[in-house]
């Protein structure tokens, strides 16, 4: 079996609480498109789809999320990821 390296990068939310749009910083990311996941606390996806990376940063739409403690997850096809949490209000 390959071992493939995943790069952990840093990247910041906000505005938090988020209510409207949830931001996203992603300076590290080469990637033009990452996958994007939504998860509530148990581990349920609330939310996921691939977000186009715009001026290093990309945003999604949680109006529609139920409020709560989310963590939202990335990768990038430059294997590059994050795992934050983020709460929705």
């Known amino acids: 079996m390959k071992e493939v390296q995943i790069e952990e990068v ?9 209510t ?11 990637s033009r498109d990452v996958q994007v996941s939504l998860f509530d606390v148990t581990g349920n996806v609330v939310k996921n789809g691939i977000n186009p990376v715009i001026d290093n940063g990309l945003s999604g739409n949680v109006q ?8 939202l ?11 934050k949490k ?4």
Request: aromatic share 6%.
């Open 20 to 30: 409207d749009v949830l931001k996203v910083s992603l300076h590290a990311f080469d």
């Open 64 to 71: 529609n999320v139920p409020p709560s403690l989310r963590l």
């Open 73 to 83: 997850q990335s990768s990038g096809a430059d294997r590059k990821s994050f795992t």
């Open 10 to 18: 840093t990247v910041k939310l906000f505005p938090s609480p988020a």
């Open 86 to 89: 983020s709460v929705i209000t």
